[in-house]
């Protein structure tokens, strides 16, 4: 749920790029899945907001690849005593060439109460 007066974050779905754009993890669903959830933290973090602040995840898995073992990788980072949302569907393919998994948020951020 979104608390009224929060500022909400859209991050679109990240792929396990790295810096130079490059895809990580060739065929590790694991690999790519973590590398995927680092970028989401990056972007979140650039904006503001950290993992906690997450209401919805989006988890998309090219049809085929180990589920199991690329949720198993980024599942921890998904634990909390309020967890977000969480819709997870198989895909035919993603946009990047090669990418096996593709993770996207959306995160509510309160603003800082007044000393």
Known sequence: MVPPGATTIY????????????????????????????????????????????????V???????IAAGYGAIAPELASDEPALVTAALVSGLGVPGALVEISAVAAVLPEAAP
Not at 25 to 54: E, H, I, M, P, Y
Not at 60 to 66: I, K
Request: net charge negative; proline share 0%.
């Open 60 to 66: 998309l898995f090219v049809d085929g690849a180990d």
């Open 11 to 58: 991050v679109g779905g990240q792929n396990a790029v790295d810096a130079e754009g490059s895809l990580v993890g060739k065929d590790d669903v694991a690999v790519q899945s973590a590398r995927a959830f680092g970028n989401v933290k990056t972007a979140l973090a650039a904006a503001g907001a950290t993992t906690s602040d997450v209401v919805q995840w989006t």
